[in-house]
């Protein structure tokens, strides 16, 4: 009885939104375009595209090298994880010199190159601002360590030794899961938030902020398109240094998130930067609530512009298999939120979650290629910008090492170097590093089927998945059924579907735990998408409220006819269809 009126309750709950959607959709129509919502952006990580020098690493010369590839794909910007210079602590996210290029990676002459040979091909480029943390081989850090009265110590946070130990903080990827580290130096501790060498940034001091803003500037002034402001959402910390409750870490962004201060920072900076040029500007984490991403995106906050949450990523983080119930209604109620205010980054994979097809579909030999044709589907037709990651337009999957020795991921080596240490079992930690690590995303891109996948000629950085002599760009080009084929005829669709950009979103049969359905309306323009996220076939009957009668079939990831007849639909496993749909 209980669950009858819980499933009741849903589905009422879901009804009455999708009333309110279907009254409030449409408004003010002329106003709401932007290029950066119609944009699909490719998310590139430069340390695994393409070598261009035989040292193993990806670097921008490979990646000018591959800019026509780019510009096949139909995408319209290009998002580079960082490439400023670093020491890779953590593959670049530990940034020594916000104003030049890593070593490894080239040199400031290439990346001008670099943005003029995508901008000539009618590409954006957007960049990774990492401004929560530096590396502790940056200048500024090096100084604030040197003593206590220096100009630079308050770029960061401190704790001198004589207040005692400093109040607990968390650390991702400390051994230890301690944020504060001990220099002797000064005999003080600083912050970390992640690895030792990421001290924290602090941002109540306004020199740093203006330090950072006049960065900010110097990328934006060289023609850059947008930015990614990584772990932002952490940079505002309450200085108080108060002691959390035992076991918050479990709800760490409640706790770190949306800081005190973080909305007068991002004003401050939408007001001395973002405002002055036109640039699609993207809040990674975005908080952990809908009124949290809000008010870090709303046009009327002036602050940022588009919303890149993270509650789609914590479903399916369990090897066994997720409900794809939440999943729909995760989306659902995402796009609900934001049908009339703010905008959405719609995504199922980046640098730091597996594979997309090893998470929520089957990559398995039957149905990886069915399965990763299905989640573009699904990324290609929701409403808001698609970020897409590198490779799963090849339908590449996890690596699943089996050796410590084969990762380079600071977060999997440390939390090894934890688990052992506790005496945890190992086994079950690896065996779930094979599902989850980020490693599983940065293996190097699958170019053809010559040694190395035509990555490098050298010794890779990272080992390249077995799987590249038919998982490759030159094999799936050839090949009109391929996942390359397949997701550039999507999103050539998507472009020309103005629908698929701005269409109200309405989900059908939400409960139903194996076939996602769910239409996009704009006026009289309507589209039908069918997914069947399991390995069985289904006859599937469509709500009536959808007409299907003289339904066009717009794309199908299984090669044949699929047809609606009745409002009944014969799903194969993992089939994805589009259809458009009549009005009256």
Same mark, same amino acid.
């Given at each position: ?13 879901? !009804? ?94 290439? !990346? ?59 650390? !991702? ?47 934006? +002034? ?9 772990? *932002? ?76 949450? *993270? ?55 039957? *149905? ?40 380079? +991921? ?103 735990? +194996? ?9 009289? +323009? ?59």
């Amino acid at each position: 009885m209980r669950n009858s009126i819980g499933l009741t309750f849903t589905c009422l709950i879901f !009804f009455v939104i999708n009333c309110f959607s279907q009254q409030s959709s449409n408004n003010n129509k002329a106003s709401r375009a932007a290029w950066w919502k119609e944009a699909v952006v490719y998310q590139l990580y430069p340390r695994s595209f393409k070598d261009s020098d035989g040292d193993g690493v990806g670097d921008l010369k490979g990646i000018i090298s591959k800019l026509d590839y780019l510009k096949s794909l139909g995408v319209d910007a290009v998002w580079l994880n960082p490439i400023f210079s670093s020491p890779n602590d953590d593959n670049g996210y530990d940034i020594s010199d916000y104003r030049n290029i890593m070593k490894e990676f080239g040199t400031m002459k290439d !990346f001008d190159e670099l943005l003029a040979g995508l901008h000539k091909r009618k590409i954006k480029l957007i960049l990774d601002m990492v401004l929560n943390h530096s590396s502790d081989e940056h200048e500024w850090f090096k100084q604030a360590k040197s003593s206590r009265t220096n100009p630079y110590r308050n770029y960061y946070h401190w704790w001198p030794e004589e207040k005692g130990k400093p109040t607990p903080r968390y650390s !991702f990827f400390d051994v230890n899961n301690d944020a504060w580290k001990y220099d002797a130096t000064t005999k003080s501790y600083y912050l970390h938030y992640f690895s030792q060498k990421q001290p924290d940034l602090n941002w109540e001091n306004e020199k740093l902020r203006n330090e950072v803003y006049d960065m900010m500037k110097f990328w934006l +002034d060289k023609g850059i398109d947008g930015l990614r402001m990584d772990a *932002f959402q952490y940079a505002s910390k309450d200085t108080t240094w108060k002691k959390y409750p035992e076991g918050y870490e479990k709800e760490i962004i409640k706790y770190y998130g949306m800081g005190p201060n973080l909305h007068q920072y991002l004003k401050e900076m939408n007001k001395t930067v973002i405002s002055k040029y036109n640039v699609m500007t993207v809040a990674e984490g975005a908080g952990s609530t809908l009124e949290d991403a809000h008010a870090l995106v709303d046009e009327d906050r002036h602050e940022l512009n588009m919303a890149y949450h *993270f509650e789609i990523m914590d479903i399916g983080n369990d090897p066994r298999g997720y409900k794809l119930t939440d999943l729909k209604k995760a989306f659902t109620r995402w796009d609900y939120s934001f049908a009339d205010k703010g905008w959405l980054a719609i995504f199922l994979s980046n640098h730091d979650v597996p594979r997309m097809v090893s998470k929520y579909g089957n990559d398995s030999l039957q *149905f990886r290629s069915y399965s990763s044709k299905l989640l573009t589907t699904l990324i290609m037709t929701m409403r808001g910008t698609p970020f897409y990651f590198n490779g799963d337009e090849l339908g590449m999957s996890n690596i699943k090492f089996n050796n410590i020795d084969d990762y380079r +991921d600071i977060a999997t080596i440390n939390a090894y170097k934890s688990i052992k240490a506790k005496g945890e079992d190992v086994q079950t930690f690896m065996d779930k590093q094979k599902f989850i690590s980020r490693d599983n995303t940065r293996t190097p891109f699958q170019w053809d089927a010559s040694p190395n996948a035509g990555f490098t000629t050298g010794k890779p950085w990272i080992n390249i998945n077995p799987n590249y002599k038919t998982v490759n760009v030159v094999t799936e080009e050839k090949n009109p059924s391929s996942e390359l084929s397949y997701f550039k005829k999507i999103v050539a669709l998507r472009k020309s579907m103005p629908v698929l950009v701005y269409g109200d979103y309405k989900v059908f049969d939400i409960e139903n735990p +194996d076939i996602y359905c769910y239409t996009r309306t704009d006026g009289k +323009d309507k589209v039908l998408v069918l997914l069947n996220f399991s390995t069985k076939a289904f006859t599937y009957t469509i709500d009536k409220q959808i007409n299907t009668t003289a339904a066009k079939l717009l794309i199908n990831n299984y090669n044949g006819v699929t047809a609606l007849t009745n409002n009944k639909i014969s799903l194969k496993p993992w089939q994805s269809v589009v259809f458009k749909i009549n009005q009256p």
